[in-house]
């Protein structure tokens, strides 16, 4: 199925956030876009593929602000046809919550949390920090959205704008690839694939 045929979804990541030099974990934090990642968003937009903006029945964006920001930054950018699609914030596709290792560098992480680094790592899917969620959850819920917007929007493509994290869980789904192998998927800042059977 072509992306201007009766389904299919659209994935596409945010763009790129302020230069993070110590690799901080970010997760569920609310960080902006830098004007690179504005730059990355507005050129997704202008990208668009003509038959998809004719044919686009929504845009669905976690409800965090870079995912927010590339979203209307997208919109604002693409030429409609018709008219844009509504715009709906969807926090089921937030970013992994990393709870109590947000913020963290890993080292940091080791100090304060021996041998979790590594129990993450041999248990990538399952395995959850101190009040934050596994990718296992964060599929489920991601999941769960999409299934949800389905049905609200039987017909017609759908683009969804979120997170690395959600969507290497919904490509491995998709792709029926162990959710502990999610890190195997590149996701580069404003990436984008269309899934035509969904």
């Not at 039987?154 to 029926?176: D, M, N, Q, T």
């Amino acid at each position: 199925m072509s992306a201007s045929g009766a389904g299919g979804v659209w994935l596409a990541r945010h763009g790129a956030l302020p230069p993070n030099p110590e690799r901080r974990m970010v997760g569920a934090r609310d960080i902006p876009l830098s004007p690179l990642g504005r730059a990355q968003a507005a050129a997704l937009g202008r990208e668009l593929p003509p038959a998809l903006a004719r044919s686009l029945r929504a845009v669905i964006c976690s409800d965090l602000r870079r995912c927010r920001e590339s979203a209307a930054l997208l919109m604002a950018a693409a030429v409609w046809p018709a008219g844009p699609p509504p715009l709906h914030p969807e926090p089921d596709l937030r970013e992994i919550c990393l709870g109590a290792w947000e913020g963290l560098t890993q080292a940091e992480i080791a100090a304060r949390f021996p041998g979790a680094w590594e129990a993450r790592g041999a248990r990538m899917a399952g395995y959850a920090p101190p009040d934050g969620e596994s990718f296992a959850q964060v599929q489920a819920r991601a999941l769960r959205a999409l299934r949800r917007w389905r049905k609200r929007c039987p017909e017609g493509p759908l683009l969804l704008v979120s997170h690395a994290g959600v969507i290497r869980c919904l490509l491995a789904h998709y792709l029926a690839l162990p959710l502990g192998e999610l890190m195997r998927i590149p996701q580069h800042y404003a990436c984008r694939v269309f899934l035509p059977e969904w």
